[in-house]
C-alpha cells in the first residue's frame, strides 16, 4: 500500500500540469474565501450602523400611531460560516419590515454598495470546490487507469484487483487530502481574521468538508468509469464533457426547476395577502360604520371604542391573518422537505442543498426566520395596541430590546445529510466495482 | 517449455486453424504470419487475456486455464509509443514502484545495461524519452522477472537497428539461460537471423516451418511471397 501511495503520489504531484490546477483551486478557494470574509466583516459594519439606525428612527417617531404605521426593520445575519457559502446560498441580503400592516414583507436590498455586491453563481469557496474541483476530479478519474496496453504489463506484476482498487485508495487519499487541507487551512484562517465560529458551526462545516470529499471522490470514480466505458478512446473529451455538466450543471438545475414547479401548487402570497386584507377591512368596515351611525360621538368615547375593536381585532382577525400566514408557511415548509428528499437522490443536487443549509442563509433558515418574524410581529403587535390604547406615554418607546431586531440564522446540517452521504457512498461504490467488472471485462476477454 | 496444441479460434474476418507446436528450453521459435490480428489474439490469448476457442495451451507442462496470467512467462508486447502508459510519470518513479512490488533492481539495471542507458533519463518524464529509450526501459521492466518462457509480440517493429543488436543481444542472452522463447511477428528477414525455428501461418493454418539454418539456403523473398503476401 505504501508503494501505491508513494507512487500515485509522485504520479499526481509530479505532474506540472495537474499542480497548476491544483495551484489554481487552491489561489481561487483563498481568494472567493477572502472576499467572503471582507463581506463578513462588511455586513458587520453595516449591522452596526443598521442598528444605530433603528435606534434613531425609533427616537424620532413622535406618536405610537407612527410607530405602528413605520414599524421597525428586521435584519437577517447569516452564520459566520456563510462567507464560504457567500453565492452558494438561497437567500442573500434579507431583512423585512414588522409594523401593523397586515402583510409580512421579506426583501431583499439592492440599495447602494449592495447593488455590486451580487457576483454570480460559484464565486465562493464552495462553488469554486464544486466547479474546478469536479472538473479536476473527472479528469485524474480519467488518467488513474492509463491504458488496457498499462494494464496488461502492470497486470503481469500483480493481479488487476489488487492495482485497480490500491490505485483508487492511494490517488483518492492524496486527493482528498488536497481538498481536506484547503478546507481546513482556510477555515483556520480566516478564524486567524477574527472570525469566531461556535462549536456547533465548526462542526457543522467539518461535515460539509466531509460530504465534500465524498462527492469529488464520486465525481472521480464516475471519470474512471467514463474511461472504461468509452474504451479509452481519445475522443474522450466530449464524453467527459458531457458527464461533467450533466452532473454538475443539468441534474442541480432540473432539481431547482422541479422544486419550483412544486411550489407551484402552493397559493399566490398576494393572495394569501389579499385574504389577510380583505379580514383587516371588514373589521375597519364595521368601525367605519359605527361612526357614520353615530356621527356625534365624544372624543374619549372614540377612542375607547377603537381600543374596543382593537382587542376585537386582535382576538379575532389578527388570529385568523396569522394563522393564514402560519399555514401558509406550513405549506412552504412541505415543498422544502419534498426538494430536500428530492436533493438526496443525486450527490451534486444534495451538495447545493447542503451549502445552503451550512450556510444558514438556506431554506430552513428562511422557515426560522419567518417563525421569527411571526412571533415578534405578535408581540409587537400587543405591544403597540398596549401603549396605542391604554398608555399615556408622551415619548415613543421602542418595542426592540438589545438587538433583538437581528435575526441570527444558525448553520445547520440538512435532517437527510447521513442520508445524502449514504447515497454519495453507493454511488461511489457501484461506480467502483462497475468500472473494475468493466474493466477485467476489456481486458480479459 | 511452451507448448500449443489444436489451438483453434475465429473472429470476424480473421482465424486460427489447429495450431500446435512446442518451443522447446533455449530455443527461439518465430511464428511468422502477415495479419497482426491473430498475432495480437495469439499474444492475448497466451497471457490469458483472452480465451482461445479451442486448443489447449501449457508453460512447463502446466495448462493455461480461464482467464489468468501464467506463471512463469514474460509477455513482451508490442509498443507503438510511450503514449499508451502513463506518459507524465518519471520513469524512475515507475522503477522504484515496480521495484517495491518485488521486481529486482539488479535485473532491471543489468539490461538497462546493455542498452547503454544512462541515469540521468530516470529523472525524466516518459513523454520525453525517446522511443527506443522508452522501449529499452519496458524490456528492462519485463526481463526483471526471471521466467522460463518468453512470448514476445512483434516487439522490434519500428526500431533502428542499433536497438535491435542490443534487443538481439538481450535475446541471446535469455536463450543461453534455457529460456523457451516464442517470437510472434511479421518479420522474414529478422527471424531468420534470430531464430532457430520458423513457422509460417497463412490463412489461419500452420504451413510450413523450417530451422533457422535451413532457411539460409532458401530463397526467403520466394518464401515471404509463398507465405506472407
Known sequence: ?445 | MIALKNLTFEKGDFFLSDLSLEVASGEIYFLLNRLDQVNNFLFRAMGGFQSAGSGKIAYDGVPLVGAERPPNTVFIDRIGDCADFDADARLGHWLDFLCAQGLSRKNIYKTLLVGNFHERQLKKMVRDLTPETFKLAYLAFCFAVDSGNVVINDFIRGAGKNFELKFNKLLLQKKAAGRSILFLGNDIFYASEIADRVGFIKNGRLMFEAASADLKDMDIKDLYLKFLN
Open chain 1, 1 to 445: 500500500m505504501l508503494a501505491f501511495l508513494h507512487f500515485e503520489g509522485r504520479r499526481i504531484f509530479g505532474d506540472k500540469k495537474i499542480l497548476i490546477f491544483l495551484v489554481f483551486i487552491s489561489l481561487f478557494s483563498a481568494y472567493f474565501a477572502w472576499s467572503g470574509l471582507n463581506e463578513h466583516q462588511q455586513f458587520q459594519a453595516e449591522k452596526k450602523i443598521f442598528l444605530k439606525f433603528e435606534k434613531e428612527k425609533t427616537s424620532q417617531i413622535l406618536n405610537y400611531m407612527q410607530y405602528g404605521a413605520f414599524g421597525f426593520r428586521l435584519l437577517y445575519e447569516a452564520s459566520p460560516l456563510n462567507l464560504f457559502f457567500i453565492n452558494s446560498s438561497v437567500l442573500q441580503n434579507v431583512e423585512s419590515n414588522i409594523d401593523s400592516l397586515e402583510a409580512i414583507k421579506v426583501e431583499s436590498s439592492f440599495k447602494g454598495k449592495r447593488l455590486f455586491l451580487k457576483r454570480g453563481y460559484f464565486k465562493d469557496f464552495a462553488g469554486i470546490s464544486f466547479v474546478f474541483g469536479s472538473l479536476f476530479m473527472l479528469y485524474l478519474g480519467h488518467l488513474a487507469l492509463v491504458s488496457p496496453a498499462y494494464l496488461r504489463f502492470m497486470t503481469s506484476r500483480m493481479s488487476l484487483k489488487k492495482y485497480y482498487g490500491l490505485t483508487s485508495v492511494a490517488r483518492l487519499f492524496w486527493l482528498d487530502l488536497f481538498f481536506s487541507l484547503l478546507g481546513l487551512g482556510l477555515f483556520l484562517l480566516v478564524q486567524l481574521r477574527g472570525v469566531v465560529f461556535s462549536g456547533a458551526e465548526k462542526t457543522v462545516f467539518l461535515l460539509y468538508l466531509l460530504f465534500l470529499v465524498i462527492m469529488l471522490d464520486f465525481i472521480y470514480l464516475l471519470g474512471q468509469l467514463t474511461t472504461v466505458l468509452v474504451n479509452f478512446r481519445k475522443v474522450f473529451f466530449l464524453s467527459f464533457f458531457i458527464v461533467w455538466f450533466i452532473c454538475i450543471f443539468l441534474l442541480p438545475e432540473m432539481s431547482r426547476i422541479s422544486v419550483f414547479n412544486q411550489s407551484l401548487a402552493l397559493e399566490s402570497a398576494e393572495k394569501v395577502n389579499l385574504e389577510k386584507f380583505r379580514t383587516l377591512m371588514d373589521l375597519e368596515k364595521k368601525f367605519h360604520d359605527y361612526l357614520k351611525v353615530n356621527p356625534a360621538t365624544p372624543l374619549d368615547q372614540i377612542r375607547q371604542m377603537q381600543k374596543k375593536f382593537a382587542v376585537q381585532f386582535i382576538n379575532s382577525s389578527y388570529l385568523l391573518n396569522t394563522s393564514l400566514e402560519t399555514k401558509y408557511l406550513r405549506d412552504v415548509e412541505k415543498v422544502i422537505t419534498g426538494h430536500e428528499r428530492q436533493s438526496v437522490i443525486f450527490p451534486t443536487t444534495f451538495y447545493h442543498f447542503l451549502t445552503g443549509e451550512a450556510s444558514g442563509n438556506g431554506y430552513y433558515g428562511y422557515l426560522d426566520f419567518m417563525d421569527y418574524i411571526m412571533k415578534l410581529r405578535n408581540r409587537f403587535m400587543q405591544f403597540y395596541l398596549a401603549k396605542r390604547y391604554e398608555s399615556n406615554d408622551t415619548v415613543v418607546e421602542s418595542f426592540v430590546k438589545s438587538d433583538e431586531n437581528i435575526f441570527r440564522a444558525r448553520s445547520r446540517l440538512p435532517k437527510t445529510f447521513w442520508l445524502g452521504m449514504l447515497t454519495a457512498v453507493i454511488y461511489s461504490a457501484v461506480f467502483w466495482v462497475l468500472g473494475y467488472w468493466l474493466v477485467r471485462r476489456q481486458l480479459f476477454q
